[in-house]
């Protein structure tokens, strides 16, 4: 009699432990950003750590994207938040802007070119409809966070 609860007790536990969780991708988390590179035209180009401090996190769930931080240059402070859905086919990251801080509210589309090392989460923009990057783009590597 004690094998039979035994093996009713245990089997539903084997049953368990042997169903497959949905695998998580690799960019979903909490991400912290600890550098950017800004090219906005050959005269204008910010970096990070350098013309200006930013505290930013990125949270990546499996189809949105959001953002928010705060750029501080001397005395002037600047919020930085936004949305998108995304979509995500091998390096290739194209948000599609919900809302963005500063921005028209009109639907933008941004392509970029995205990895994933370890814990380092690296993307540069604006690629273009051939996913080729210009001479000088924009880069932010952001480390996780969760």
């Not at 950003?33 to 499996?62: E, M, V």
């Not at 859905?85 to 028209?104: C, K």
């Amino acid at each position: 009699m004690k094998k039979i609860v035994f093996l009713i007790l245990v089997i539903p536990l084997i049953i368990g432990s042997c169903t497959q969780q949905e695998v998580k991708s690799p960019i979903e988390g909490t991400w912290k950003l600890i550098y950017g590179n800004w090219y906005f035209s050959d005269t204008l180009n910010y970096q990070f750590p350098g013309n200006f401090t930013i505290d930013q996190i990125k949270f990546l769930s499996k189809e949105y994207v959001a953002w928010v931080g705060q750029y501080k240059q001397d005395t002037i402070v600047t919020d930085n938040y936004g949305a998108a859905t995304y979509t995500l086919e091998g390096d290739r990251f194209v948000e599609n802007i919900l809302y963005r801080s500063g921005y028209s509210p009109d639907a933008v589309k941004v392509r970029l070119l995205l990895e994933v090392r370890n814990d380092t989460l690296i993307q540069k923009w604006p690629a273009d409809e051939n996913w080729k990057l210009p001479e000088k783009y924009s880069t932010e590597k952001y480390i996780r966070v969760k």
